[in-house]
């Protein structure tokens, strides 16, 4: 069976000076999920995917600066959904590894105030769980808030072209989940990106993959470049978070083939742990079943 | 003070499986960043357009774009300016033996000031102090404690040499070549403990400030450095021929893994390298292995397999050849290779006898290279 991605278009959810049409978004994040799950009840969709009495984790990108990270817009929105749905306030954690960086970000943090909780792994008291995590070539230390706090997971991703690793998406953000996220950079992030998602606390937590394509950067990433950064005005949707990926690494080959650029595979970047992760059974990572719905909200 | 121990005094260790946001909260105290790092830009590396940058120091030659770390995790490119976050950053300072290192022929029977910085240009699966060298500087607790004062504490604690030992000096290479410039204003020798993944420049420089080197050669295949290293194994060969070459001392460790680097073939083609290269005076370590951090499924070094390679290294021409974690061991011993007796008698880190005299031995007056004074 084909996995789902759906990709809503929200034109003019960012104006010209690039602040989010909050209204617009809200729409974009119905619509998608609407089509993601078949429901038409906005409030009933998120509980086909969590409980009530879940924790959840929404893991952003804050690492590039507020020019390419996770907006707060787009984190509160979906924040603002799942407790629609039901799931308390204080159940529900916008998260990434550091306050510095969330705060660069635009993020007012709140560790102990009523409302979503927001805040980085470095806060006091919080840290890394110092049990070791050994998995395949993964070893690492998880933040407290994936291993211990939270019960499900959204990866509210970035979509960029890296370096290294070609794409970063909604798996490679789990690399903000862990100590070490340097020590996996080899071989263009092969085979760690699949290796990470498949440990227990990823795999088993994670429900939702949402890739923040709003504003697209095609080339010299994952560090913002307002040369090769695009406003796409899009999420990306999907319950396969491999698919997923393999779908914004499309966005990323269109984009660069419209502005000349050789492909990643030219670039010896090609995305190849979307392979293994399929190998894995994590996911699907070809264009026969991989099902996209493009709709404009 | 170590990662474990730190865990310990900010109180992360509290949360446990199960509990949920409100018990977390309840753990939170004032919020406080541990960051506090240096901001010092890097000696080794070239600045590309984009406000890339690629680190000249390592084997690696990470390519950073803006806002990124190297594999090592210390460094980082902010706006096309790369800096080490760590210097002045020591994480672990302790007063150790320095037959500790192990350095055998270097300052017998004295004290090393030891430092390390978090981070390491590796990642080896046998790491003993992963917790420190396996994270970001941020993730340790760590003190401010510039060149001087290392210098100063040296000296206070009747050290004659310090050491840049426990992570991999290589990652805190402009800490360690200030301290080690310093400290020889002071007439404080420096010894460093690596594994050796470094470039030649930056090598060939450090050799003009430091007395001793110590390289781990984790193995003499690039198999086994490509699984369980995450390195390459020409690097480290051309590191050890450039400290042989300058006037620094060298010395060799190898630590001997049950299955992985432990066969007749790998240790005899690395001993007679060693004698090809560097001829048979350089003092070679077979350590024991103990399973830790991602190799706990290997049990420790056998004590047949490390004197067969006691033996192969011997037979091979080494003269100065060691058995390390084997306390009591008569390897542990150093022996005039020309009359055959003991002339440094060791246990453990303990020296129990010199027989020296001036640098020779006492018995029949041969020459013992090393640095005794």
Known sequence: MASKVVLIRGKGVLNGDGDIDQKRLLSMYTRGIQALL???????????????????????????????????????????????????????????????????????????????????????????????????????????????????????????????????????????TIHNPNKYHDFNCDPFVAELFETKLIMRKHKLSILDSLVVQYHRGPSYHARWAEKYEALIFSLDPVAADFVGWQVIEKLRAKKGLPTLKEEDREPTYLKTAEKKGLGKANRNEVKIIEEEA | ????????????????????????????????????????????????????????????????????????????????????????????????????????????????????????????????????????????????????????????????????????????????????KEARLKRIKNAVVTGGHINPEPLEELTKVVDAIKIDLKAFTQDFYTSYVRGELQPVLDAIKIVHKSNVWLEIVYLVIPTLNDSQNEIQNLCRWIMNEIGPDVPLHFSRFFPMYLMKNLPHTPLSTLEKAYKIALAEGLHYVYLGNIPSHRAESTYCPSCKNKVIQRIGYQIKKIELKEGKCKFCNNPIPGVWT
């Open chain 1, 38 to 176: 078949n429901q038409q009840n906005p409030k009933e969709n998120l509980l086909l995917l969590f409980r009530r009495n879940d924790k959840v984790g929404i893991k952003i990108n804050t690492i590039a600066g507020k020019m390419l990270s996770t907006r707060p817009e787009v984190s509160l929105s979906l924040a603002k959904l799942l407790s629609g749905s039901g799931i308390q306030e204080k159940n529900i954690i916008i998260w990434d590894r550091t306050n510095r960086e969330l705060r660069a970000a635009g993020y007012h943090l709140n560790i102990k105030g009523s409302g979503y909780a927001i805040f980085g792994t470095d806060t006091r008291g919080v840290d890394y769980n110092p049990r070791l995590i050994s998995h395949l070539n993964i070893g690492s230390l998880f933040s407290s808030i994936q291993s211990d706090w939270i019960t499900s997971s959204i990866s509210l991703a970035i979509l960029k072209d890296h370096g290294m690793a070609g794409v970063t998406a909604g798996m490679k953000n789990y690399f903000g």
């Open chain 2, 1 to 180: 003070m170590k990662r474990r121990q730190f865990f310990k005094t900010t109180g992360g260790i509290s949360l446990v499986a199960g509990s949920g946001l409100e018990s977390l909260l309840m753990n939170l105290y004032a919020f406080e960043e541990k960051a506090n790092l240096s901001k010092v830009e890097a000696l080794y590396y070239k600045k590309h357009s984009d406000r890339e940058i690629e680190c000249l120091l390592c084997p690696r030659y990470c390519k950073l774009g803006d806002k990124e770390r190297g594999y090592c995790g210390v460094r980082e490119n902010m706006g096309g300016t790369y800096y080490t976050l760590v210097y002045g950053k020591a994480c672990s300072i302790n007063v150790d033996p320095i037959e500790k290192k192990p350095f055998f022929h270097f300052l017998p029977r004295t004290n090393a000031l030891s430092i390390a910085t978090a981070g390491c240009n590796v990642n080896c699966k046998f790491c003993q102090n992963w917790e420190i060298s396996q994270v970001r500087p941020e993730q340790v607790e760590h003190y401010d404690i510039p060149p001087s004062k290392v210098v100063d504490l040296a000296k206070k604690y009747s050290c004659p040499s310090i050491a840049y030992t426990y992570t991999e000096p290589v990652v805190f290479y402009e800490y360690m070549y200030d301290t080690s």
